[in-house]
């Protein structure tokens, strides 16, 4: 059967729409197996089966949080950061745009519009979005959290035409 979303496609276009369409609406794996009555393996294939990058950081030295930031954020990106230790030497390493939020000095917002909201607003999402899962497999969690990542950039947009466009674009398999 032609379908223009995945390769040798083993279902059909109308029913990868509505996978499509409940993985927009956040629906679980199961829930979305049930509505479509696809196999719940297969739905979970399509909602997970993506290449993303996660590094395992194994202490929060300034060193190794380093390694991580350096090459995966633009030199030129603006960082704020909370005033943990960690992150000290940023600004060294040529992230000019390094600025701290000191919450021990009771200081929130240093007045500039330095603040660190926009992470704490994330994880409230996450936390909140995450406990519908009702524990998440150990090995699961980064694929977890990075769906979640890209579901909180994604917020305010049409996530259902964003990734009929993306599978149209780039098939499937």
């Keep these: 059967m032609k379908n223009k979303y995945i390769n040798r496609a083993k279902i059909s276009e109308t029913a990868f729409r509505k996978v499509v ?5 956040d629906l ?3 829930q979305c197996a ?3 009555g696809l196999n719940r393996n297969s739905v979970e294939r399509f909602y997970r ?4 990058y996660t590094e395992i950081v194994k202490d929060g030295k300034k060193a190794t949080l380093q390694a991580v930031i350096w090459g995966k954020l633009d030199i030129s990106a603006v960082i ?4 943990w230790g960690g992150y000290d030497g940023l600004v060294d390493l ?3 745009k390094h600025f701290r939020v000191e919450h021990g000095n009771n200081e929130f917002s240093k007045g500039k519009g330095n603040h660190i909201n926009g ?5 409230g999402y996450a936390k909140h979005r995450l406990m519908k899962f009702n524990g998440i497999p150990k090995d699961k969690f980064y694929i977890y959290l990075k769906e979640t990542e890209f579901r909180f950039n994604m917020r305010g947009k049409n996530l259902y035409l964003f990734l009929l466009k993306e599978f149209r674009n780039r098939p499937l398999f």
């Excluded at 704020?80 to 005033?83: E, F, Q, S």
């Design 21 to 25: 369409k409940f993985f927009a609406l």
């Design 28 to 30: 679980t794996a199961a």
């Design 34 to 36: 049930e509505l479509t």
């Design 49 to 52: 089966d993506g290449n993303v």
């Design 80 to 83: 704020h950061t909370d005033g």
């Design 94 to 96: 040529g992230y000019q």
């Design 119 to 123: 992470i704490e607003s994330f994880w």
